[in-house]
T-cell receptor
Framework: KAGVTQTPRYLIKTRGQQVTLSCSPI?????VSWYQQTPGQGLQFLFE???????NKGNFPGRFSGRQFSNSRSEMNVSTLELGDSALYLC????????????FGSGTRLTVV | DQQVKQNSPSLSVQEGRISILNCDYT??????FLWYKKYPAEGPTFLIS?????DKNEDGRFTVFLNKSAKHLSLHIVPSQPGDSAVYFC????????????FGKGITLSVRP
């Protein structure tokens, strides 16, 4: 069974640009969440989607947005990039049942210069 | 306001000895707790979890203890192995294993051969 796939793995963008990150969940998983990891801050919740609907949202500015498609694939978009947006962005998927929580992808490393 | 705290940033233990990783939380609504392990350049992987109705859960070398009155949980690894060297994140949820997770900042475990 394929795991959570995130593309691209690495990305370098310039301040002020926008970026779109992609996530393909485990087959059959309908719930997708996004997290931002920065040094010293741990993982911070961005948003959660279930069946194409945003179910939960973290405390990030409106520049951060996401969506989920009918096949459960998800994208997140960051507009007007700032240097502080440099981070590892992690996508995780869940079947919604069981005790093992979310399965994470390997992440997209975004560097803003 | 950090609701999940891992106050020690690092821990170093000798191979074969016990590793004890601590985690404190402040939100009494949390009802499910998980530990994730993370290697560099990879996403977090699920290690073990515990529901708030239990005080102990064991899986092989890994045991998680929950003290609800103290809002404290700990992960015990016995015996510790060099391959256990990684960053360990404590996470909590207010709605079971498959909803939004609030993470601590992580603790880096080094197991010396």
């Amino acid at each position: 069974k394929a795991g959570v796939t995130q593309t691209p793995r690495y990305l370098i963008k310039t301040r002020g640009q926008q970026v779109t990150l992609s996530c393909s969940p485990i087959s059959g998983h309908r719930s997708v969440s996004w997290y931002q990891q920065t040094p010293g801050q741990g993982l911070q919740f961005l948003f959660e989607y279930f069946s194409e609907t945003q179910r939960n949202k973290g405390n990030f500015p409106g520049r951060f947005s996401g969506r989920q498609f009918s096949n459960s694939r998800s994208e997140m978009n960051v507009s007007t990039l700032e240097l502080g947006d440099s981070a590892l962005y992690l996508c995780a998927s869940s079947s919604g049942t069981g005790m093992r929580g979310y399965t994470f992808g390997s992440g997209t490393r975004l560097t803003v210069v | 306001d950090q609701q999940v705290k891992q106050n020690s940033p690092s821990l170093s233990v000798q191979e074969g000895r016990i590793s004890i990783l601590n985690c404190d939380y402040t939100n009494s609504m949390f009802d499910y707790f998980l530990w994730y392990k993370k290697y560099p350049a990879e996403g977090p992987t699920f290690l073990i979890s515990i529901s708030s109705i239990k005080d102990k859960n064991e899986d092989g070398r890994f045991t998680v203890f929950l003290n609800k009155s103290a809002k404290h949980l700990s992960l015990h690894i016995v015996p510790s192995q060099p391959g256990d060297s990684a960053v360990y994140f404590c996470a909590a949820s207010a709605n079971g294993a498959n909803s939004k997770l609030t993470f601590g900042k992580g603790i880096t475990l080094s197991v010396r051969p």
